[in-house]
């Protein structure tokens, strides 16, 4: 079983930042690409940000030159730096990590974690 933890939501005031972590546990052999999916209220659940296990990265341009994902391989662990933070980013941010759970595993599976709310005040 494999599970995908977010943690470091909040409430922050316009212009200001947040951390989110997201680990993944249970039978974790490898992980492909693993990123930061959000879904406003009464909006389509979208990517924010992804990354690769090169490092390689992808961001929607709406939060390009804010936000920062990163990720480190020996924790099963992808971060989301996010600065100027604007009010249109309240969302219940979600990490998603293809996963391929042991060894004899053909392919790697899509995981998605529980969420973790980040409101942004005006």
């Known amino acids: 079983q494999v599970q995908l933890v977010e943690s470091g939501g909040g409430l922050v005031q316009a212009g200001g930042s947040l951390r989110l972590s997201c680990v993944a546990s249970g039978s974790v052999f490898s992980i492909n690409a693993m990123g930061w999916y959000r879904q406003a209220p009464g909006k389509q659940r979208e990517l924010v940000a992804d990354i690769t296990s090169g490092g390689s990265t992808n961001y929607a341009d709406s939060v390009k030159g804010r936000f920062t994902i990163s990720r480190d391989n020996a924790k099963n662990t992808v971060y989301l730096q996010m600065n100027s933070l604007k009010p249109e980013d309240t969302a219940v941010y979600y990490c998603?990590?293809?996963?391929?759970?042991?060894?004899?595993?053909?392919?790697?599976?899509?995981?998605w974690g529980q969420g973790t709310q980040v409101t942004v005040s005006s």
């Open positions: 998603n990590g293809e996963v391929r759970p042991t060894p004899w595993a053909r392919v790697h599976y899509n995981y």
